[in-house]
């Protein structure tokens, strides 16, 4: 593995991170404030619209050279890519619920410790799973 290539994955993912981020945000704003949703309805539509953008531009940008030589179909990535989103979820439901019962964690430091960690497994789940390389046998 050529340390220049997990580099510029790493970065990329970030940026991707970033947009998603960016486009949850103002997609809920829009929805909420302009388009009077309720702000369950709209943060949900809003999420969904932040995981499109992820997921395309984690396949396109962040690992599209791995694109021909990946070993899961295109439907089979975005099953995988929905599922790590779910786990993301119960990751922050539960690691929120651990670190501030058990622990003398002021909550903020448990949502940066979560925040924080999150990307980084995500990523891990993305290169090594999700956008596996197919290997020859």
């Known amino acids: 593995m050529s340390l220049i290539i997990l580099g510029r994955e790493v970065f990329r993912y970030g940026i991707v991170g970033l947009l998603s ?3 949850h945000f103002l997609s809920a704003l829009y929805a909420i404030e302009i ?7 709209g943060n949900l539509g809003a999420f969904a619209s932040g995981v499109l ?4 531009g984690n396949t396109v940008w962040t690992f599209g050279h791995r ?6 179909s295109g439907q089979q990535r975005f099953i995988r890519y929905l599922l790590m989103v779910t786990c993301g979820f119960f990751y922050n439901a539960i690691g929120m619920l651990l670190l501030s019962e058990r622990t003398d ?3 903020i430091t448990c949502i ?3 925040v924080v960690s999150w990307p980084a497994i995500s990523f891990l789940l993305c290169r090594y799973w ?6 020859l046998s």
């Open 21 to 23: 981020s960016a486009t």
């Open 35 to 41: 388009l009077l949703f309720s702000p369950m309805v």
């Open 53 to 56: 953008v992820s997921y395309l």
């Open 67 to 72: 694109r021909g030589a990946t070993f899961f």
């Open 105 to 107: 964690f002021e909550p």
């Open 112 to 114: 940066f410790l979560i």
């Open 130 to 135: 999700i956008f596996k390389v197919a290997t």
